[in-house]
């Protein structure tokens, strides 16, 4: 990172879909913003859910993130960000138009680091940027992880999203090889955790005692609680729709986590 300035460079990513990624980048930013932090959410999925979580509608005609990917010196990135309603909480937002952006991209010199040249002079301007990324390895995500110092796993504490941190890992360890040697994951976070089920428990316990997954594991899961859906739903982050839901309180003490634990 060229300036002076620490800001953390977080992707929430997983290959597996409905993990809960667009869930934990909207929410666990707003926790930051809460905590003082200078937050920017950059959308980097063309599904939009981030954008459309955080209650924002694009301007038309206003320039997305598919904008500053297509051509990084066409304008600052700061003619993209949006506020959103709350302090300290940016988007970068997408609309589905980053789908196109794959596609063109593809026979381009330096695809990979569009993402990272879009972003070159928003550095100084926040704490924490958090990246939302679709669920697939594709050109977007390489760009993510092209750009991001820190990895975060979130893992529905299900069978198949267990199965499914395996591949997730032998991208990061290529992308570290062959694109960005400082990206790490800094923690996997279990999620939809259910004290009821015997599943939730079995996953957990998996992912304690797995050699590489247990030492990153974060000590606090998300729990299941429709309160986040409901909130996605309204276009507010859950700490601003309900502030003593469950879900509020575990993204709360997950952001504590996250800074006491640093990058
Ligand atoms: N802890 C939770 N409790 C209940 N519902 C949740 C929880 N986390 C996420 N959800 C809901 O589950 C669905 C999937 O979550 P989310 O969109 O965050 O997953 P994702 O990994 O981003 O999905 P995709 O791979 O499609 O981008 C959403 O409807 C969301 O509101
Ligand atoms: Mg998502």
């Not at 060229?2 to 809960?20: I, L, P, Q, Y």
């Not at 594991?217 to 996605?232: E, F, V």
Request: proline share 6%; net charge negative.
């Amino acid at each position: 990172m060229e300036s002076t300035h620490d800001c953390r460079t977080m992707a929430v990513a997983n290959e597996k879909g409905g993990v809960g990624k667009t869930v934990m980048a909207v929410n666990l930013g707003a926790a930051f913003s809460l905590k003082g932090k200078a937050v920017l959410i950059v959308d980097a999925d063309p599904q939009a859910n981030a954008t459309r979580g955080l209650g924002i509608e694009v301007p038309e005609g206003a320039p997305t993130l598919y904008d500053l990917m297509k051509d990084p010196a066409g304008g600052p990135a700061r003619d993209c960000v949006l506020k959103t309603r709350w302090d300290r909480l940016d988007v970068l937002p997408a609309t589905v138009d980053l789908a196109g952006a794959e596609v063109e991209l593809v026979d381009e010199q330096g695809r990979e680091y569009r993402l990272k040249d879009a972003l070159e002079g928003l550095w100084e301007s926040y704490d924490v940027i958090l990246i939302d990324t679709p669920p697939s390895l594709s050109l977007l995500t390489v760009n993510v992880f092209a750009c991001a110092a820190e990895v975060l796993v979130p893992c529905q504490t299900h069978p198949y999203a267990y199965a499914a941190l395996e591949e997730l890992f032998d991208t990061v360890s290529a992308i570290q090889k062959e694109i960005n040697p400082e990206l790490t994951v800094t923690g996997i976070v279990a999620t939809f955790f259910d004290a009821r089920t015997r599943v939730s428990h079995q996953i957990l316990e998996k992912l304690k005692s797995h050699p590489l997954y247990g030492p990153l594991l974060l000590k606090t899961p998300i729990r299941i609680n429709t309160t986040i859906a409901d909130s996605a739903l309204v276009g507010k982050p859950v700490l601003f729709y309900r502030k003593r839901s469950y879900g509020a309180v575990d993204f709360m003490q997950l952001a504590e986590e996250l800074l006491e634990k640093g990058p």
